[in-house]
């Protein structure tokens, strides 16, 4: 097992960015002893003590979970308090960030910093209970994503909100019945999409503090879409607006 304050990323993406990105530290790599196509992971492992185990400590290393072969033993991923976030932000620009709303799926989390890192987003926020932890099948749905946007964490999620409105960002919120249409509503400045849990929704109070509720038009026969999916959509709108590009219509 990992020592006291260190974490085990496992799985050769996860592991490999980890090192790339050099946003925690790396404490030691260990590989499987006849692993083969580890080159990659070996050409960004710098300084990092680098050890050769067999695949019984490699799976107690990762604790059952799917390793491929390779486990980094690294600090654990930062996580920023809204105020924290807000002043790490330039001062210029538009940045747009993802708030997720009691999503307690691991793998939708995963998914959801993997569309953030994907387009741009500045950060994805989260409620400290009742929200999937940063565990190790949330980053690995992440596929390293996770070393490169800030996490952000609140106590509150509302009074999260409050403090990103006073911060000069406007909210939008994904709901099926919403007012707009996704590709209608003006996502352009500084902004934050708020998701809900596939099962409740955004929740009232959370709700409450949104500018507008948008909605993704659904025209066959499924009415609902996964909290990551409809997430990776309105990322993608929040860029195809920043460029300018014409978008869909309804």
């Not at 196509?37 to 050890?51: F, H, N, S």
Request: aromatic letters at 2%; a positive charge; charged letters at 20%.
């Amino acid at each position: 097992m990992a020592g006291q304050g260190v974490e085990c990323v496992t799985g050769r993406i996860p592991v490999l960015e980890c090192l790339r990105a050099k946003r925690r530290r790396a404490h030691r790599l260990h590989l499987l002893k006849s692993g083969k196509g580890l080159e990659t992971v070996l050409g960004a492992v710098g300084k990092v003590p680098v050890r050769h185990a067999t695949r019984e400590e490699l799976d107690r290393l990762a604790g059952g979970g799917t390793h491929q072969g390779v486990v980094l033993e690294a600090d654990p991923l930062p996580v920023l308090s809204v105020e924290g976030w807000l002043k790490r932000l330039p001062s210029g620009g538009a940045p747009f960030v993802v708030l997720l709303d009691e999503v307690q799926d691991p793998h939708n989390l995963g998914a959801v910093v993997r569309s953030a890192a994907a387009c741009g987003a500045a950060g994805v926020l989260f409620a400290k209970d009742r929200s999937a932890p940063l565990s190790p099948a949330a980053v690995k749905a992440a596929a390293g994503a996770m070393e490169y946007v800030d996490l952000v964490q609140a106590t509150n999620l509302a009074r999260a909100l409050g403090v990103l409105k006073k911060a000069g960002f406007w909210v939008a919120g994904l709901e099926a019945e919403g007012a707009k249409v996704l590709w209608d509503a003006d996502l352009g400045g500084r902004m934050a999409l708020v998701v809900g849990s596939e099962g409740k929704g955004i929740r009232r109070l959370v709700r409450e503090q949104c500018d507008l509720l948008v909605r993704i038009p659904l025209t066959g026969p499924i009415t609902s879409l996964n909290a990551s999916v409809s997430a990776g959509i309105a990322l993608a709108e929040c860029v195809r607006q920043r460029r300018g590009t014409p978008g869909p219509t309804d």
